[in-house]
Antibody, heavy 112, light 107 residues
Framework: QVQLQESGPGLVKPSETLSLTCTVS????????WNWIRQPPGKGLEWIGY???????YYNPSLKSRVIMSVDTSKDQVSLKLTSVTAADTAVYYC??????WGQGTLVTVSS | DIQMTQSPSSLSASVGDRVTITCRAS??????LGWFQQKPGKAPKRLIH???ILQDGVPSRFSGSGSGTEFTLTINSLQPEDFATYYC?????????FGQGTKLEIK
């Protein structure tokens, strides 16, 4: 049974870089689109972008200047970096395979 | 960006009721639409993709319909476990966009 698990610091200071990893267990990274989605507390869902297993990416233009996604097929991991964070980036961050299989999400709070 | 306008934003209903949630797209998205259910503190779960195809394990009381710019999610004979927030998502055009959500509450 394939499972996704997001991990990373739960607290990030303003202006710093948010870094998250999504580890895939029970399956392979290959030949799938890996999406990142976020949800501010009490609010709706925002699609951040995706990375394909070959490394092809598409980022939401609203975040494009600050987002970097990467994939490590040897570790079955995908990663998200969001630079120059502000309080508006406080959210639960989810990774999702093909928008069908989701991780449980991880809350990242931006605060000094 | 394609705007997804979801209505209603909240809905009160009773066990056994039939409810319908609508999503309107600001432009034609053909059939690139999915519906998600989210319970408090949990990740969204995709119920339906390609407008009307149920994910494995999703009860048949859930159904989706529509095409082009107007889409509906119908839940027949509401069960207690169906009270949740529902979102539509279009993936026809970048960036993918979600509806604002519909919170389905027990009357």
């Amino acid at each position: 049974q394939v499972q996704l698990q997001e991990s990373g610091p739960g607290l990030v200071k303003p202006s710093e870089t948010l870094s998250l990893t999504c580890t895939v267990s029970g399956g392979s990274i290959s030949a799938y689109y890996w999406n990142w989605i976020r949800q501010p507390p009490g609010k709706g869902l925002e699609w951040i972008g995706y990375i394909y297993s070959t490394g092809k990416t598409y980022y939401n233009p609203s975040l494009k200047s600050r987002v970097i996604m990467s994939v490590d097929t040897s570790k079955d991991q995908v990663s998200l970096k969001l630079t120059s964070v502000t309080a508006a980036d406080t959210a639960v961050y989810y990774c999702a395979r093909e928008l069908q299989l989701w991780g449980q999400g991880t809350l990242v709070t931006v605060s000094s | 960006d394609i705007q997804m306008t979801q209505s209603p934003s909240s809905l009160s209903a009773s066990v056994g009721d039939r409810v319908t949630i609508t999503c309107r797209a600001s432009q034609d998205i053909i059939n690139d639409l999915g519906w998600f259910q989210q319970k408090p503190g949990k990740a969204p779960k995709r119920l339906i993709h390609a407008v009307s195809i149920l994910q494995d394990g999703v009860p048949s009381r859930f159904s989706g319909s529509g095409s082009g710019t107007e889409f509906t999610l119908t839940i027949n004979s509401l069960q207690p476990e169906d009270f949740a927030t529902y979102y539509c998502l279009q993936h026809r055009s970048y960036p993918y966009t979600f509806g604002q959500g519909t919170k389905l509450e027990i009357k």
